[in-house]
């Protein structure tokens, strides 16, 4: 149906693209950054530097396959440390990149088309980080496949009522689809840098990866219907993934674990850190390429606002712990809290609310989301506060439960800590090589926002 | 358009009327059961009522199309809050009856609730009320003045200032809506808690006001101006939201029960068994159908939300079910034993429900039934423009 759509730009609101734009520029632009242009010196030493952590990860890992687990930190009672507080921490970035594809997809605003597919590549790379870290602590990682119910001679099956099988089910599924959607997104994009390569073997690469895309109507027109059926199974996959990963607690007895409130809590906790990582690497990136053009101070807004968000209902999280700790009339409940608060770990909790709780609230203020160094700074404490929160949730729970002769305290090594930088730097390395080898931005769905454009035919708007 | 609010409006007042007049009689005759139908039959409303407001705030934030035109029903329903607020009154006095922490007595024979004596205090639960009532009434009123200020289409800044109040008053609202819901419904269990409770509280809000609001623009969207302006787009993005908030309810609802059953504690599964035991496992399976399947396969297919008709329908089933789930959740602290439905919890919220339509149906017939110069939208109340 036919109606009006007038993409303002007037008064006080900056337009999503920069003037000046039209279709060629747009892909000169960042097709031209791939293949034209000289890798930035910049990219080259976060490239070098990123990979000498991608050896130290390995480093790390061999001893481990060479030692066994007691080279971490863990112990009995807290047995599972970093492993799963870098697990948690990493799928939670990865939420960004599908709330900004699907939801935000659905929900019809435009402005995602400049960031989503940097953001899916992010989820990708995040998602597998995530994965080493359970596989790691298995302790003989080869028998991996165990978790995974199969009919065997030895008639083993893994217990269906583990939030842990859950996990492998539910990650699992989200690495499958985030990757389709990711890559089906990139194929008419791969296209275009078939055809605009110069060299012989970056057009049979392309080529291959472009799967015979010509751009005709029909073309189009079955990638638009499975780009959305891919947008509507990613949908539940932003809840449910975090929420499976918070059972991994939650139906656990332990107070501060057994807490219903924790599937939503985790889902927007992942959301928040997911876009402070978006806003983390976008900054720089965006510096080093010159994409002021395509990535302007707007999207950063929408951004620093959906991090605001989704921070406030992380806050109401913890305010809500807090109240129920005294609610409950539990002594084990009411001592979890006043441990969390003013025991040993005392530390990492006041750093929590004060980097998850308190520091975002600039946000509020226009002048700071638009001051991009200010931003940039958020979103760094972000990340820290948010994995402060699942060292809080894992260690002071752990650590000190019912009964004083099981209590210990846990203290990472610099194994654990190796393998965590080590993590790290896989993922910076393959983001930056993501960036130099494929299109960034989405070329053919960034020209939607260009404002002569007028109305887009919303296919979105019909499908679901 | 104002005939049809009017002759609803009148048909309320006799319900509202005769359901008082059979309430405060009854009083006399089923005394002892009184208190507990009337905290029944003013919930599910007040809920109404809080969900327009938590609309008329998220509204304001994010500006969509579908806010605008229901914009008027969200100020008409949270403008009730005032009233909403005296119709609690017999709740307070009816305390002792229904919230076992006022007496003493339970309080020293159990620990956890010694432990919570300093909250669940009747002197500040009282305060506590009252504080929320009068927080929700003056962002409900404010947010109207300055709505109809904004009709006359002199102040253009308006709209701005609605933008920036609601952010600061969604927190406010979210945390003094957690509350209550603590106070007015879980305390009744006073042993039991569970943190998704406040959340849920305010879901299912938004659930009934959103079904309620679906229902009255169904009914008046063949009458001018919402003839010239609503599109099958927005019965779409009406649609949508109503299946996002049905799955919301769900998943929320589910959240809690499988970590309440997979924990089994003997702390907090007894409100689980207690609302499936005899009886009362068919109200549960009956919400599971009727307020999650029924609605959600509806909802899956496209043509059922493009149509505000065949939304009414939808609307309806889960404006009904936001009743049983609430019974649900409040009838069992009282008897568990069996499902026994009293006269009075029909009667209770038929009485407060007339008064509560009637005054909704007075209110929105008082003001331009779409907001005039909104600078967000044009003629064809589609989203143009954004404001900073």
């Known amino acids: 149906m036919a109606y009006k759509y007038h993409v303002t730009e007037g008064e006080n609101v900056a337009p999503l693209i920069a003037p000046g734009h039209d279709y060629a520029t747009i892909t000169d632009k960042i097709s031209g950054d791939v293949l034209d242009r000289k890798t930035p010196r910049g990219m080259m030493i976060t490239l070098a530097v990123s990979f000498l952590f991608v050896l130290v990860l390995i480093g790390a890992v061999s001893y481990l396959f060479y030692k066994g687990v007691g080279i971490w930190g863990i112990n009995i009672p807290v047995g599972w440390g970093f492993a799963i507080v870098n697990l948690v921490w990493w799928i939670g970035i990865g939420h960004a990149g599908t709330l900004i594809s699907a939801i935000l997809l659905l929900l019809h605003q435009h402005w995602r088309n400049a960031i989503n597919r940097f953001a899916e590549a992010m989820t990708l790379f995040a998602v597998a980080c995530a994965g080493l870290f359970p596989i790691l602590h298995l302790g003989r990682p080869w028998l991996a496949y165990w ?16 939030p842990l099988v859950w996990d492998v089910f539910a990650i699992s599924t989200y690495l499958l689809v985030s990757f389709m959607f990711w890559f089906v997104g990139l194929i008419p994009d791969l296209a275009s840098m078939r055809d605009r390569a110069r060299k012989r073997w970056q057009k049979i690469c392309y080529g291959v990866l472009a799967m015979g895309w010509r751009g005709s109507a029909r073309h189009w027109h079955r990638y638009e219907t499975s780009y959305l059926l891919l947008a509507g199974l990613a949908t539940p996959l932003v809840v ?20 219903t409130i924790f599937p939503p809590y985790f889902v927007a906790g992942a959301i928040y850190s997911g876009f402070a990582m978006v806003i983390t690497l976008m900054i720089p990136v965006r510096k080093l390429y010159h994409l002021e053009d395509f990535v302007t101070d707007r999207h950063l807004d929408f951004m620093a606002k959906v991090m605001l968000g989704t921070g406030l209902i992380v806050l109401y999280g913890y305010l809500s712990e807090l109240f129920f700790a005294y609610y409950s009339g539990s002594e084990y409940e009411g001592f979890m809290m006043h441990n ?3 025991g040993p770990y005392g530390w990492s909790y006041a750093l929590l609310i004060l980097c998850n709780g308190l520091i975002p609230q600039a946000l509020w203020s226009k002048r700071v989301r638009l001051n991009t160094l200010a931003l940039f700074l958020i979103s760094i404490v972000v990340n820290v506060g948010m994995w402060l929160e699942r060292f809080v949730i894992v260690v002071t729970s752990l650590h000190r439960d019912f009964l004083p002769s099981s209590w210990d305290m846990y203290t990472p090594t610099i194994w654990d800590w ?20 494929m299109p960034m931005i989405s070329i053919f769905e960034i020209k939607h926002l260009l404002p002569w454009k007028g109305r887009i035919y919303d296919t979105s708007a019909d499908a679901n | 358009m104002q005939e049809y609010f009017k002759k609803i409006e009148n048909r309320s007042v006799k319900i ?4 008082l007049a059979a309430l405060a009689v009854s009083y006399f005759v089923w005394g002892e059961h009184f208190y507990r139908s009337y905290l029944f039959g003013y919930l599910p409303w007040a809920m109404l009522t809080l969900g327009c407001l938590a609309i008329l705030l998220l509204h304001h934030l994010v500006s969509g199309a579908w806010g605008h035109v229901l914009q008027r029903m969200s100020e008409s329903g949270s403008r009730i809050l005032a009233v909403m607020g005296l119709l609690f009154i017999p709740v307070l006095i009816g305390m002792r009856d229904l919230y076992p922490w006022t007496d003493d007595a339970v309080v020293e024979a159990s620990h956890v609730l010694h432990e919570k004596a300093g909250y669940l205090d009747a002197v500040f639960f009282i305060a506590r009320s009252v504080l929320y009532f009068a927080l929700w009434t003056a962002m409900a009123t404010l947010l109207r003045r ?12 308006l709209t701005r200032r609605m933008k920036i109040f609601s952010g600061p008053s969604m927190v406010l609202f979210v945390i003094t809506a957690s509350l209550a819901s603590v106070d007015w419904m879980m305390s009744l269990e006073p042993e039991w808690y569970s943190t998704i409770y406040g959340m849920s509280f305010i879901v299912g809000s938004v659930l009934t006001a959103l079904a309620f609001c679906i229902m009255v623009l169904s009914k008046v969207s063949g009458h001018r101006p919402y003839s010239d302006i609503l599109t099958s787009r927005h019965a779409h993005h009406l649609g949508n939201l109503l299946f996002a908030f049905t799955i919301l309810w769900a998943y929320l609802a589910f959240s809690q029960y499988l970590i309440i059953w997979s924990g089994n504690l003997p702390e907090d599964n007894f409100w689980y068994l207690r609302r499936t035991g005899p009886g009362w496992n068919v109200v549960a399976v009956l919400l599971l159908i009727g307020h999650f399947f029924v609605p959600f396969f509806i909802l899956l297919s496209r043509r059922s939300k493009k149509e505000l008709k065949k939304l009414y329908v939808i609307a309806g089933l889960i404006f009904v079910m936001r009743f049983v789930d609430i019974y649900w959740l409040v009838a069992p602290a009282f008897d568990h034993e069996s499902v026994s439905i ?5 009667i209770a919220p038929v009485a407060i429900g007339g008064v509560w339509v009637a005054l909704f149906m007075r209110y929105l017939g008082q003001v331009p039934i779409l907001p005039l110069h909104d600078p967000r939208f044009g003629e064809d109340g589609f989203h143009i423009h954004d404001i900073d």
């Open chain 1, 240 to 259: 449910s993934v975090h929420s499976v990963v918070s059972f991994d607690f939650a139906v656990g007895i332990i107070p501060g674990w057994h807490a």
């Open chain 2, 146 to 157: 300055w709505s109809s200020k904004q009709d006359d289409g002199t102040d253009r800044s």
């Open chain 1, 340 to 342: 969390r608060i003013t």
């Open chain 1, 418 to 437: 190796a393998t965590y930088v080590g993590s790290l730097g896989v993922f910076v390395w393959l983001m930056f090589i993501f960036v130099r080898v």
């Open chain 2, 16 to 19: 509202g009327g005769a359901g």
């Open chain 2, 342 to 346: 009293h006269p009075l919890d029909v």
């Open chain 1, 147 to 162: 978790l995974t119910p199969y009919p065997n001679t030895m008639e083993v099956w893994p217990n269906f009522r583990s």
